[in-house]
């Protein structure tokens, strides 16, 4: 299975993560603080970080923008105590790949580890064209049609489409999206990602619509047909 490291001042939670963790079969490291835990990646080179913001000395959001600075793409997936949105989107703007809100549910949060691991750890072949309720996309030129009819797609609409089908079955988070679709300097929100997708749903049809799946509290999901 995978290494993961665990940045956490609460022992309590620590104790928690880890005892799940490692029923899953994953070998757990901890860290206290933020610069016990820069250490411990480039010691152990986790497959997965879980990284609490609210630290003492560096913070959490300080240690993602670290690592990603020095290229390193270790997913990180959030924890956090705060529910505004601007503080979510600090933590993508920093770099993380999920975050999850305290007091959270363990058996979310490892799901989101499960989903994350997946998608880091099956490569997946990059699609070239795909078919379904009527619809018919090319990925190499852009070109969508339903009905031999063009769709006025826009060409980050056809690449989130893409992501989505590559990923048929499994939720894809929205902070996955932002970080896949959207450069650091565009300085987006979820709200966008949102709206991209109610665009695209507009212009597939409402048959075609029907496929991509909102998954309440993390992203969407594109379902087979």
């Known amino acids: 299975m995978s290494r993961v490291l665990v940045v956490e001042d609460d022992p309590d939670l620590v104790f928690?993560?880890?005892?799940?963790?490692?029923?899953?079969?994953h070998t757990v490291i901890a860290a206290r603080d933020g610069a016990e835990g820069l250490a411990l990646v480039t010691e152990h080179r986790p497959q997965?970080?879980?990284?609490?913001?609210?630290?003492?000395?560096?913070?959490?959001?300080?240690?993602c923008r670290s690592l990603r600075q020095r290229g390193d793409r270790t997913p990180v997936i959030l924890l956090t105590a705060r529910s505004q949105e601007a503080e979510k989107v600090q933590g993508l703007d920093a770099g993380a790949d999920d975050y999850v809100t305290k007091p959270?549910?363990?058996?979310?949060?490892?799901?989101?580890?499960?989903?994350t691991l997946r998608?880091?750890?099956?490569?997946?072949?990059?699609?070239?064209?795909?078919?379904?309720?009527?619809?018919?996309?090319?990925?190499?030129?852009?070109?969508?049609?339903?009905?031999?009819?063009?769709l006025?797609?826009?060409?980050?609409?056809?690449?989130?489409?893409?992501?989505?089908?590559?990923?048929?079955?499994?939720?894809?988070?929205?902070?996955?999206?932002?970080?896949?679709?959207?450069?650091?300097?565009?300085?987006?929100?979820?709200?966008?990602?949102?709206?991209?997708v109610t665009h695209l749903r507009a212009k597939l049809g409402r048959t075609a619509?029907?496929?991509?799946?909102?998954?309440?509290?993390?992203?969407y999901t594109f379902v087979e047909p």
């Open 16 to 25: 928690t993560l880890k005892d799940n963790l490692e029923f899953e079969g």
């Open 48 to 63: 997965l970080i879980i990284l609490d913001v609210m630290l003492p000395g560096m913070n959490g959001l300080q240690l």
């Open 104 to 115: 959270f549910s363990v058996q979310e949060l490892m799901a989101r580890v499960r989903a």
């Open 119 to 150: 998608r880091v750890e099956a490569p997946r072949e990059r699609l070239e064209r795909y078919a379904f309720a009527g619809v018919e996309v090319d990925f190499r030129s852009y070109h969508a049609t339903r009905g031999g009819k063009r």
């Open 152 to 196: 006025p797609l826009s060409g980050r609409e056809i690449d989130l489409l893409r992501l989505l089908i590559e990923h048929r079955g499994e939720p894809v988070p929205r902070a996955t999206l932002l970080r896949e679709l959207w450069a650091t300097n565009d300085q987006p929100t979820s709200r966008v990602v949102d709206v991209h």
């Open 209 to 219: 619509a029907r496929h991509i799946v909102t998954v309440h509290g993390v992203g």
